[in-house]
């Protein structure tokens, strides 16, 4: 069953990034649009391929939303200094955790000098070239405006830039009048029309989720923990209270992207070192709107329905619409359960883990009040134990990509002195 389609992925993959660090996304916005340009104009290449590439031209600074937070908001600084950081870990970050991993090494050579990529046995190392083109056209058009020359970079034509790239570029950016699109927003519409190109089957579509949890972490590792927690208390509830494969999948992508929009709460106050302040808690409960805003009109609205009534309570006390338990599904019933579970099991910044006698009085005390359902709780208290290994077991298997990944960055960090 079709639960987003193509086109939105990429949408609702944009939108998630734009609550980290929405001039980034922009800016990927805008090299991807030059990028396409050059493609359309040199051709060879089917709309469904272009579609892919936009996609990767847009993300391909998605590294430095982990590597490079503090320097983002002066985006000449940033492009200026030597960051070999960002590339790697997006390059990582696409290899492992999306489906279009073949194109994963142009992020990684997209800072690369000229001279160096041409000796690189990559087929698409070209996309790379011209990522790196326009990723300068974009930065130094957008601080220097009126005074910009696109042709202030000739100079490094065969050396630091592809010299068939820029001529290429110089091309494009006259026939189309590139800078004037971008300036009035045009350009956008254009990018509209080739993304409806985009084909992902269902398993790319579920790995392209699974890496929207992943990217929570550029904001909180904690909150990808906690998520894949509640994701894998889910599962076991979902098994003991035999939910069809429908209501399970519906289930799994509720409970995936339900906290998405705390990529939109302050870093200071996630990762608070006490219990927050009432105005704090108030920008919390924030997340959940946020999270409807993204997800609503791109993914099917049951499931949306599931991941944003995670804090409602049965008694109406909840947020944000105060539902009660007999206008609740089953699975927004186990959400609820999941996520107050696994906000007791897993360490804060203010607090250790709470253990099990701590967690079933707790949920008992909530089912009594009639805030959690009964028969959810009651599950989950009886087979707590095999319910806490397996979410241990599946855990694990899911964290396991995301620690290669971590890892892996960490050792090139080394060789290279990043």
Known sequence: MEYIRSKDIFVLVKDTMRLIHPRLIE??????????????????????????????????DIGAYKTEAGSLNDM?????????AHPIYGYLFFKYLSPVEDLARVIMYHHTDYEQLKKVDYEHKNLAAYINIAEKMDIYSTAMGAQFDMKMF????????????????????????????????????????????????????????EMLMYCVGFRSESCVIDTITTVSICDELANKLLLTDEEREKLYYGALLHDLGMLAVPKEITDA????????????????????????????????????????????SGYPKKIKNYQMTQEQRILQVADSVTGMINKRSYREPLHKPEVVAILNEEAAK?????????????FYDSIMDGVTTKSAEIMKMYQTLNSQYSQVSKRFKI
């Open 27 to 60: 800016h990927g916005s805008r090299v991807a649009y030059m990028v396409y340009k050059m493609l359309q104009e040199k051709g060879g290449y089917e709309e469904f391929e272009l579609a892919d590439i936009v996609m990767v031209a847009t993300l391909h």
């Open 76 to 84: 000449l600084r940033y492009e200026s200094r030597d960051n070999k």
């Open 154 to 209: 000739h100079k490094q034509a065969g050396t630091k830039l592809s010299d068939e790239g820029l001529e290429l570029f110089y091309r494009v950016a006259k026939k189309y009048d590139i800078f004037e699109k971008l300036k009035t927003n045009e350009y956008k519409d254009e990018l509209d029309d080739i993304i409806e190109y985009m084909l992902f089957s269902n398993e790319d579509k579920r790995k392209f989720l």
């Open 273 to 316: 070192p006490r219990k927050l302040k009432p105005e704090e808690i108030k920008i919390v409960t924030k997340h959940v709107g946020v999270t409807e805003k993204v997800l609503k009109d791109r993914m099917r609205e049951d499931i949306v329905a599931i991941a944003t009534g995670h804090h409602e309570k049965g008694d109406g």
């Open 370 to 382: 009639n805030r959690l359902n009964k028969q959810v709780v009651d599950t989950m208290i009886n």
